[in-house]
C-alpha cells in the first residue's frame, strides 16, 4: 500500500479516533466519515492561512487505499499547495496508528480547494503570505 519509508506529507491538522458508531455495513469505518475528516482539517488549515472563514469549493483526486477498524487513531495532515485570488488548494492524508501503536498506514488521500468568502458567502480575496 504505502513504503515504510514514506511519511505524511504537510502538518498534522486534526486527529480522531475511530469508533462502532462510525462504521458500515461491512463494519470497517465509513469513507464518508473519513472525507468529512479531511474537510475540517482542510477547512481549519485554509482559514487560518485566508485569516477568516473558507468553504469547500471542491474535492479531486480522492483515493481510498485500505480500509480503517474501529479503535484506530486516525490522522490528517494538510499541506497548502498554492494560494489563489481568493482560493486555497491543498493536500490532505488521513493516516491511522493501529490500536496495537505499530506502524502507521496511508489510508486516504485528496486535494481540496477552498475559497476564502464574507460574511455573506461571496469569495473574497486571500492575503498574500
Same mark, same amino acid.
Given at each position: 500500500?504505502?513504503?515504510?519509508?514514506?511519511?505524511?506529507?504537510?502538518?498534522?491538522?486534526?486527529?480522531?479516533?475511530?469508533?462502532?458508531?462510525?462504521?458500515?455495513?461491512?463494519?470497517?469505518?465509513?469513507?464518508?466519515?473519513?472525507?468529512?475528516?479531511?474537510?475540517?482539517?482542510?477547512?481549519?488549515?485554509?482559514?487560518?492561512?485566508? $485569516?477568516?472563514?473558507?468553504?469547500?469549493?471542491?474535492?479531486?483526486?480522492?483515493?481510498?487505499?485500505?480500509?480503517? $477498524?474501529?479503535?484506530?487513531?486516525?490522522?490528517?495532515?494538510?499541506?497548502?499547495?498554492?494560494?489563489?485570488?481568493?482560493?486555497?488548494?491543498?493536500?490532505?492524508?488521513?493516516?491511522?496508528?493501529?490500536?496495537?501503536?505499530?506502524?502507521?498506514?496511508?489510508?486516504?488521500?485528496?486535494?481540496?480547494?477552498?475559497?476564502?468568502?464574507?460574511?455573506?458567502? $461571496?469569495?473574497?480575496?486571500?492575503?498574500?503570505?
Amino acid at each position: 500500500m504505502n513504503s515504510v519509508d514514506e511519511q505524511p506529507r504537510g502538518e498534522l491538522a486534526l486527529r480522531s479516533v475511530a469508533m462502532p458508531a462510525d462504521t458500515n455495513p461491512a463494519g470497517d469505518i465509513f469513507g464518508g466519515w473519513i472525507m468529512s475528516l479531511m474537510d475540517l482539517a482542510a477547512g481549519t488549515t485554509a482559514s487560518a492561512r485566508a $485569516k477568516g472563514r473558507t468553504a469547500t469549493a471542491a474535492v479531486s483526486h480522492l483515493s481510498f487505499l485500505r480500509p480503517v $477498524k474501529v479503535g484506530e487513531v486516525v490522522c490528517v495532515y494538510t499541506d497548502i499547495i498554492r494560494v489563489g485570488t481568493t482560493s486555497i488548494s491543498l493536500s490532505v492524508e488521513a493516516w491511522t496508528i493501529p490500536r496495537s501503536f505499530g506502524a502507521r498506514h496511508k489510508v486516504t488521500a485528496a486535494e481540496f480547494i477552498m475559497v476564502a468568502v464574507d460574511d455573506d458567502g $461571496k469569495p473574497r480575496p486571500v492575503e498574500a503570505a
